[in-house]
Nanobody
Framework: QVQLVESGGGLVQAGGSLRLSCATS????????IGWFRQAPGKEREFVAG????????RTADSVKGRFTISRNNAENTVYLQMNSLKFEDTAVYSC????????????????WGQGTQVTVAS
């Protein structure tokens, strides 16, 4: 398993931007696909974006497509989620997760999770 730490959340006005980071000290980080998920109060956990271990393939959910971008820097053991044009409905706890193999949109496929970071968008 790999220990993950998210950062970058906070309070932002609608239309604003935030960049979340998912970092680890594990030197095998480049062998893991990473997924970003979010969970709003009273709602199920939702896939946001995923990126392959080498960074050559990535996908974002339809709900954030064109606004969110996932990227990674394996030299820095970090995955980023750039969030632009934020909407009130983006308010949630955002968590990153790791798995061997390719990224998927199912949270059940991931073996390691960070503690999450709160993103609050004021309307």
């Amino acid at each position: 398993q790999v220990q993950l730490v998210e950062s970058g959340g906070g309070l932002v006005q609608a239309g604003g931007s935030l960049r979340l980071s998912c970092a680890t000290s594990n030197r095998a980080f480049s062998m893991y696909a990473i997924g970003w998920f979010r969970q709003a109060p009273g709602k199920e956990r939702e896939f946001v974006a995923g990126i392959a271990a080498g960074g050559g393939s990535a996908r974002t959910a339809d709900s954030v497509k064109g606004r969110f971008t996932i990227s990674r820097n394996n030299a820095e053991n970090t995955v980023y989620l750039q969030m632009n044009s934020l909407k009130f409905e983006d308010t949630a706890v955002y968590s990153c997760a790791a798995r061997r193999g390719f990224y998927t949109s199912s949270s059940n496929d991931y073996i390691s999770w960070g503690q999450g970071t709160q993103v609050t968008v004021a309307s």
